[in-house]
């Protein structure tokens, strides 16, 4: 059983950054991939960014503004999140699952999500 908990959503303006991170527990956190999803109201959750114990992949809308990082020692999993737009706006939520995951796949433990709100 894995526990995460996300923070670091806020309200902020375009162009702007912002970091989230998610505390993982209750398991050895090098066991799992692990990611960022986001979900904006009337829209679908998209996959955003995960990391595969240091191998990290992106979904075609935040490369190059976006970076998952995660710090094994500390069980934290944070995504750096540059040049936001008011498009970026959603809530955020991070989720685990044992294994090599890409992120269409089933990710079995999900966090409560912080939300990130960005004006124009």
């Known amino acids: 059983q894995v526990q995460l908990v996300e923070s670091g959503g806020g309200s902020l303006q375009a162009g702007g950054s912002l970091r989230l991170a998610c505390v993982v527990s209750?398991?050895?956190?090098?066991?799992?991939?692990v990611g960022w999803f986001r979900q904006a109201p009337g829209k679908e959750r998209e996959g955003v960014a995960i990391?595969?114990?240091?191998?990290?992949s992106y979904a075609d809308s935040v490369k190059g503004r976006f970076t998952i990082s995660r710090d094994n020692a500390k069980n934290i999993l944070y995504l750096q999140m540059n040049s936001l737009s008011p498009e970026d706006t959603a809530m955020y939520y991070c989720?685990?699952?044992?294994?090599?995951?890409?992120?269409?796949?089933?990710?079995?433990?999900w966090g409560q999500g912080t939300q990130v709100t960005v004006s124009s």
């Open positions: 209750g398991d050895r956190y090098s066991r799992y991939s």
């Open positions: 990391d595969r114990d240091g191998a990290a």
């Open positions: 989720a685990a699952g044992l294994g090599w995951l890409r992120l269409r796949d089933h990710f079995t433990y």
